[in-house]
């Protein structure tokens, strides 16, 4: 390797370590914020954030660059003809791909907007955030094919997996409530409803704590502590929206942990 290539791979090494620590301080920052400030979108949204877009439009435009930069990052990476870098690839997308252009079909209400803050906000979180995980996976790490049988690995799978299905059926009772009814909305039943209000947010919660697990990696718990910081204080306000607007919200439902909070 030539000098000037050794100091253009110290050059983004450093760069890249300083984006993952700030990536961590900013979830802190998120965690705490995001209680006492509910993120406008959805039931929350409000005026004052700049323009909006529909939801199903916000959606795409927001969800698109994580799987679009992820799959770059792969066919650009040192590591793309590793089985467990496919694995990882295939796993990111499973995810992304419902989440950017399979879900916003189902958005049926054109009348809910997103605003262009949130939209930017969420591209440039999931760019970065491609960044940190596909850049890690694909170039800077080192798997062998053992690594698929290691039980980290196989644990972070599981998880990912169980959270991956636990997410998805939420969305589809939610979906279903609203073809039902699209005066506004419901009290949701079935599946983990019958415990916390928020289980698509649990399931996806649970989907990157088994990336973290499986992928053993700082980029990958970035990721998770960003997911949680991001989630839990939406799916409080969630739960006390719920309880404000239904008095007879079921009192034993907790807002994101069963039995716990």
Excluded at 2 to 21: D, I, P, R
Excluded at 119 to 131: D, E
Excluded at 228 to 249: E, K, V
């Amino acid at each position: 390797m030539h000098s000037t290539e050794k100091g253009e791979a110290m050059t983004e090494a450093t760069v890249f370590n300083y984006l993952l620590t700030a990536w961590f301080v900013l979830a802190a920052v998120a965690f705490i914020a995001l209680f006492f400030i509910a993120a406008p979108y959805g039931r929350h949204v409000r005026r004052g954030w700049g323009p909006t877009f529909t939801n199903r439009t916000g959606w795409l435009l927001m969800e698109a660059p994580a799987p679009l930069a992820f799959a770059v990052l792969y066919f650009c990476g040192e590591n793309r003809g590793s089985i467990v870098a496919l694995v990882f690839l295939l796993l990111w997308e499973a995810h992304y791909v419902h989440r950017a252009f399979i879900y916003p079909l189902s958005l049926h209400n054109r009348e809910k907007k997103m605003p262009l803050t949130v939209v930017l906000f969420g591209a440039v979180f999931n760019l970065g955030n491609a960044y940190l995980n596909g850049r890690y996976l694909f170039t800077f790490a080192s798997y062998t094919s053992q690594w698929l049988s290691d039980y980290r690995f196989v644990l972070g799978t599981i998880v990912f997996i169980a959270g991956f299905i636990i997410n998805r059926n939420a969305d589809e009772i939610l979906h279903h409530l609203r073809q039902e009814n699209d005066s506004g909305y419901q009290i949701p039943f079935g599946g983990m409803y019958r415990w916390i209000s928020c289980p698509n947010y649990f399931g996806e919660i649970l989907t990157w704590l088994g990336w973290a697990i499986a992928t053993w990696s700082l980029p990958g718990l970035a990721f998770a502590a960003w997911t949680i910081a991001n989630l839990a204080p939406r799916a409080r306000t969630h739960h006390l929206w719920y309880r404000q607007h239904f008095p007879d919200y079921p009192r034993e439902r907790k807002a994101l942990i069963p039995g716990l909070w």
